[in-house]
Nanobody, 122 residues
């Protein structure tokens, strides 16, 4: 069992940067791939970024490539999402997820956090 708690979301201006964190419980964190998804009002949850258990493999949605960076610290049981050059269309609730392998769909992921709100004003 893995419990995930996101933090770091807040109201920012367009062009600002923000770093989200996701703290995981459990001693098996380092064996899980981790991902970030987001959901805007009235829209489906969409893939943002994911990282393999070792951190060697990372993948991003085209909409955030070059602006967002995913990383993890297995010693701290934490995964991060560094978001730069934020745009109003990045406004959403951001969720972290843990799973056995990287996937861009939501269904393969085993565990989810409760989400953290990011709002980008223009």
């Amino acid at each position: 069992q893995v419990q995930l708690v996101e933090s770091g979301g807040r109201l920012v201006q367009a062009g600002d940067s923000l770093r989200l964190s996701c703290a995981a419980s459990g001693r098996t964190f380092s064996s899980y791939a981790m991902g970030w998804f987001r959901q805007a009002p009235g829209k489906e949850r969409e893939f943002v970024a994911a990282i393999s258990w070792s951190g060697a493999l990372k993948t991003y949605a085209d909409s955030v490539k070059g602006r967002f960076t995913i990383s993890r610290d297995n010693a701290k049981n934490t995964v991060y999402l560094q978001m730069n050059s934020l745009k109003p269309e990045d406004t959403a609730v951001y969720y972290c997820a843990a799973g056995r392998s990287i996937a861009t769909m939501t269904s393969p992921w085993d565990y989810w956090g409760q989400g953290t709100q990011v709002t980008v004003s223009s």
